[in-house]
T-cell receptor, first 113, second 113 residues
Framework: GQQLNQSPQSMFIQEGEDVSMNCTSS?????WLWYKQDPGEGPVLLIA?????ELTSNGRLTAQFGITRKDSFLNISASIPSDVGIYFC?????????????FGKGTKLSVKP | DTGVSQDPRHKITKRGQNVTFRCDPI?????LYWYRQTLGQGPEFLTY????????KSRLLSDRFSAERPKGSFSTLEIQRTEQGDSAMYLC???????????FGQGTRLTVV
């Protein structure tokens, strides 16, 4: 089935630094979603992308839907301690199994004050 | 609307017992998804519903797992004869249509002892 490759697996950065993570697949997706998850909680939706090439911002977060529809990236500018958590990409595609919404394995972000 | 609600938040059960989890999606959301998440991994798809129809269940982990959404509103996930390997976070998400944002509940943490 479809798989999403998310990288990096983990990042240790200094407060104030910018962060970039991405998600790639060999399959085409119709929608890309980015989530953040804190320990013991469900994922919280950060950004949704619907069109190839689309660039969307949410505060310090910016995400893009790749032109090929096979990738997406998320940038966080000027990181702060509360950005700590695990970030997941998720892709929606038409057809196939898995309910059309599948997840990457996550990027764990640690921020040093 | 208060978002996706899951109950209970935590469940400790003895091996061999049956457990049932409930998910109340955002009202008017037609799609409802169940995922399992183990430590350090992304959400793993289990099954999904479009209204009351269960459109994909081949990903349920074994025949001990079953899900229902009898009236197209809330859903239940049942695990029969629990095993220690069933210990995980069980997440529910809902969306309005196939290609719109999916919102998650806070999850049910299952511990099988």
């Amino acid at each position: 089935g479809q798989q999403l490759n998310q990288s990096p697996q983990s990042m240790f950065i200094q407060e104030g630094e910018d962060v970039s993570m991405n998600c790639t697949s060999s399959s085409i997706f119709n929608t890309w979603l980015w989530y953040k998850q804190d320990p013991g909680e469900g994922p919280v939706l950060l950004i949704a992308l619907y069109k190839a090439g689309e660039l969307t911002s949410n505060g310090r977060l910016t995400a893009q839907f790749g032109i090929t529809r096979k990738d997406s990236f998320l940038n966080i500018s000027a990181s702060i301690p509360s950005d700590v958590g695990i970030y997941f990409c998720a892709g929606v595609y038409y057809g196939g199994s898995q309910g059309n919404l599948i997840f990457g394995k996550g990027t764990k972000l640690s921020v040093k004050p | 609307d208060t978002g996706v609600s899951q109950d209970p938040r935590h469940k400790i059960t003895k091996r061999g017992q049956n457990v049932t989890f409930r998910c109340d999606p955002i009202s008017e959301h037609n799609r409802l998804y169940w995922y399992r998440q183990t430590l350090g991994q992304g959400p793993e798809f289990l099954t999904y519903f479009q209204n009351e129809a269960q459109l994909e269940k081949s990903r349920l982990l074994s025949d001990r797992f079953s899900a229902e959404r009898p009236k197209g509103s809330f859903s239940t996930l049942e695990i029969q004869r629990t095993e220690q390997g069933d210990s995980a976070m069980y997440l529910c998400a809902s969306s309005f249509t196939m290609n719109t944002e999916a919102f998650f509940g806070q999850g049910t943490r299952l511990t099988v002892v």
